[in-house]
């Protein structure tokens, strides 16, 4: 075999490569599309129970947090603002799409130290549960708030909103342990 054919079957095999990754990334954007259409802009003048400003993380399915949801730009990462409101939880998201949840849809809420590439220290990234309408799949939106003072208000509003639904399920465990307690010298 000379160069110019091995270079012609390396091209070849890179071309079969990219085609196939690009039809498991539209297999995997169709069968999320109902988490797409699930998500609607929300109403501006609904009245916010609470706002955070922080960093929208990623929207996955809640089996694994690894696993992005493709459609829509729903597995996008973008700053972004929480708004809790009476009909349900928006993410005004900076460069991409409002996503809005309605709060019959929602089933959980809680805070994880991880989902889909974004990692912190701690039990700092309030996630969201929630299930479109027709479909069995349950997903997690996770959200970074900016400040430490508004993860505790974040979570208990959607929490009030999953309560006064009966629709709640187990939630994640809503903070870290508390360190000891330690004197001035650092010792116990």
Request: with cysteine; aromatic share 6%; charged share 20%.
């Amino acid at each position: 075999m000379n160069r110019t054919m091995a270079v012609a079957v390396l091209l070849g095999a890179l071309l079969l490569v990219y085609r196939l990754m690009y039809a498991g990334w539209s297999g995997r954007s169709r069968r999320h599309q109902l988490a797409a259409e699930a998500v609607r802009p929300g109403a501006a003048d609904e009245p916010e129970t609470v706002v955070a400003e922080g960093i929208y993380v990623s929207t996955t399915t809640a089996g694994s947090r690894l696993d992005r949801v493709t459609a829509a730009g729903l597995g996008v990462r973008s700053r972004a603002t929480m708004h809790v409101c009476d009909d349900g939880v928006r993410w005004q998201r900076d460069g991409a799409a409002t996503v809005h949840v309605p709060a019959a849809r929602i089933s959980a809420v809680g805070l994880e130290s991880g989902m889909a590439g974004k990692f912190a220290v701690g039990r700092r990234i309030v996630v969201v549960a929630w299930r479109p309408e027709g479909e069995d799949q349950t997903y997690a939106t996770g959200f970074l708030p900016r400040f430490a003072a508004d993860r505790g208000p974040v979570v208990d509003a959607v929490a009030a909103l999953v309560e006064s639904r009966g629709t709640a399920t187990a939630p994640a465990p809503r903070t870290a342990p508390a360190p000891a307690a330690t004197t001035s010298d650092g010792a116990p």
